[in-house]
């Protein structure tokens, strides 16, 4: 499975962004996707989950501003990054968890840059 992820780039403090995702295997069921960022020299953090029947989940840092959104159909899955601040820069990462034996599997990652 391969994690196509887009829709990053630079945005001003207080604006919006919306990015994609799609694993490139539609024959493997898909239990969760989700969102993670990374900053350099930090640790990757979750920014936002979502299971296959729709229970979400987002960090504290993000809640009320973003949501995230799942295409089952197509094993895809949004994140709608409403009033973005300096700190929601970082690099996005995709992901997936596979119900075969749990397998993970991660995007390369979208840059979300958030200009003051």
């Known amino acids: 499975v391969q994690l196509q992820a887009s829709g990053g780039g630079l945005v001003q403090a207080g604006g919006s962004l919306r990015l994609s995702c799609e694993a490139s295997e539609g024959r493997v069921t898909i239990i969760k996707m989700a969102w993670y960022r990374q900053t350099p020299g930090e640790e990757r953090e979750l920014v936002a989950s979502?299971?296959?029947?729709?229970?979400?989940?987002?960090?504290?840092?993000?809640?009320?501003?973003?949501?995230?959104?799942?295409?089952?159909?197509?094993?895809?899955?949004?994140?709608?990054?409403?009033?973005?601040k300096v700190d929601d820069t970082a690099v996005y990462l995709c992901y997936a968890k596979a119900l075969f034996f749990g397998q993970e599997f991660w995007g390369r990652g979208t840059l979300v840059t958030v200009s003051s």
Request: proline letters at 0%; a positive charge; zero cysteines.
């Open 50 to 84: 979502i299971t296959k029947d729709g229970r979400t989940d987002y960090s504290d840092a993000v809640k009320d501003r973003f949501a995230i959104s799942r295409d089952n159909g197509r094993n895809r899955v949004y994140l709608q990054m409403d009033l973005l």
